[in-house]
């Protein structure tokens, strides 16, 4: 079925690096464009990043912009998600979400999501 | 930068009662405008896209209206397994959420 799976979250002290992983199956994952979302503990949901479907364009927000990279192996079946430079205030659960396609037209409506991967920043 | 301002934050209602969430865009962002649904510990939930479409399996009793800046979401008739957080979520420029709606049963 379709499915996303991510991986790579963990405790991690501020000014370090991660990276995250989303495994994609039960679909052409190099036909869709892809989107990292976060939520910080009790709180809302925070767009991070998106990634067009061949890799040839990158959006973030204003809060990660020049510290986390979004990018994808469409031959894995991969999109990741590479946060340097750490703070506190990035502590989240990380999820990646799939846009919604139809007859040929995409939109920037989130269809499938991943369960998520907690991110803890802390010393 | 738009800005997204949901109401109410949070709503308690009793089952079988009509519950609406509004979202106001601070710009014309035309239909671009999605609703999920978030259980708690869980992953949220596309429920209607571009303002007024429901998604493939959602139920009947949930639906969305409106375009430019103010958009409504509807449940026609609570049900218990309705609790959850509900946010909208536009699409004009770089997706932003709204600051959530908890619903809760009265």
């Known amino acids: 079925q379709v499915q996303l799976v991510e991986s790579g979250g963990g405790v991690v002290q501020p000014g370090r690096s991660l990276r995250l992983s989303c495994a994609a199956s039960?679909?052409?994952?190099?036909?869709?464009?892809m989107h990292w979302v976060r939520q910080a503990p009790g709180k809302g949901l925070e767009w991070v990043a998106v990634i067009w479907y061949d890799g040839s364009n990158k959006y973030y927000a204003d809060s990660v912009k020049g510290r986390f990279t979004i990018s994808r192996d469409n031959s894995k079946n991969t999109l990741y998600l590479q946060m340097n430079s750490l703070r506190a205030e990035d502590t989240a659960v990380y999820y990646c979400?799939?846009?919604?396609?139809?007859?040929?037209?995409?939109?920037?409506?989130?269809?499938?999501w991943g369960q998520g991967t907690m991110v803890t920043v802390s010393s | 930068d738009i800005q997204m301002t949901q109401s109410p934050s949070s709503l308690s209602a009793s089952v079988g009662d009509r519950v609406t969430i509004t979202c106001q865009a601070s710009q014309d962002i035309s239909n671009y405008l999605n609703w999920y649904q978030q259980k708690p510990g869980k992953a949220p939930k596309l429920l209607i896209y571009d303002a007024s479409n429901l998604e493939t399996g959602v139920p009947s009793r949930f639906s969305g209206s409106g375009s430019g800046t103010d958009f409504t979401f509807t449940i026609s008739s609570l049900q218990p397994e309705d609790i959850a957080t509900y946010y909208c979520?536009?699409?004009?420029?770089?997706?932003?959420f709204g600051q959530g709606t908890k619903l809760e049963i009265k």
């Open positions: 979520q536009q699409y004009d420029n770089l997706p932003l």
């Open positions: 039960g679909f052409t994952f190099s036909s869709y464009g």
């Open positions: 979400a799939r846009v919604r396609c139809s007859g040929g037209s995409c939109s920037d409506a989130f269809d499938i």
